[in-house]
């Protein structure tokens, strides 16, 4: 277990506690995962700039790559936070162990979106000519690729960030795979 304790918002910048205060208001809780950036005065703002970014990816498929991916890095912290905002972009329980295990049974496209996730992830983007051929005729775009790459990117942030700090996880916790 780490000793990276989550800062309170007493504890972290004037421009942090603004954040903090916001996603008090949105979500009702600040997630650890976003208040352990706030021991840098610099990395939450920036994240959730990034974050927020505007983006060829509708909210279900940044869920899917948020799912595949996080299983991929073994993230525990992530694999619970997008379980419980799957469910609420509308997927089951069943569809969010499939996408974990870059799959879904129940859509072309978003298997083909959840497999070429993992693979991105899994071989630092060495994917070859053959995946690329599949994103592209399950009808996505070039604007859509850089976008997975971009929302991979994000994924994989908060990915490290629990995994190397062990921060509490404060969702209900994923099932194991």
């Known amino acids: 277990m780490s000793n990276f304790n989550v800062p309170t918002r007493d ?6 506690q603004a954040i903090f205060d916001n996603l008090e208001k949105s979500i009702g809780f600040v997630p650890n995962i976003y208040a ?14 990034f974050l927020g970014a505007a983006t060829s990816l509708n909210n279900k498929e940044k869920e899917v ?28 329980d069943d569809q969010i162990i ?4 870059g799959e879904a049974s129940w859509d072309n ?16 983007g060495q994917i070859g000519a053959d995946s690329l051929s599949a994103f592209h005729a399950a009808g996505y775009t070039k604007e859509n690729l850089v976008d997975l790459i971009i929302a991979i990117g994000i994924i994989t942030v908060t990915n490290l960030l629990h995994n190397v700090t062990e921060v509490p996880i404060d969702f209900p916790l994923a099932v194991e795979l």
Do not use: W
Not at 11 to 16: A, P, Q, T
Not at 66 to 80: F, K, T
């Open 11 to 16: 504890e972290v910048s004037k421009n942090d």
């Open 36 to 49: 352990s950036m706030g021991h840098s005065k610099n990395a939450l703002g920036s994240y959730m700039k």
């Open 65 to 92: 790559v948020n799912l595949a991916v996080s299983q991929i890095n073994g993230c525990r912290y992530c694999q619970a936070a997008h379980t419980a905002t799957g469910k609420m972009n509308g997927f089951t």
């Open 98 to 101: 499939e996408l974990r295990k």
């Open 109 to 124: 496209k978003t298997n083909v979106l959840a497999q070429t996730a993992q693979r991105i992830a899994a071989t630092n």
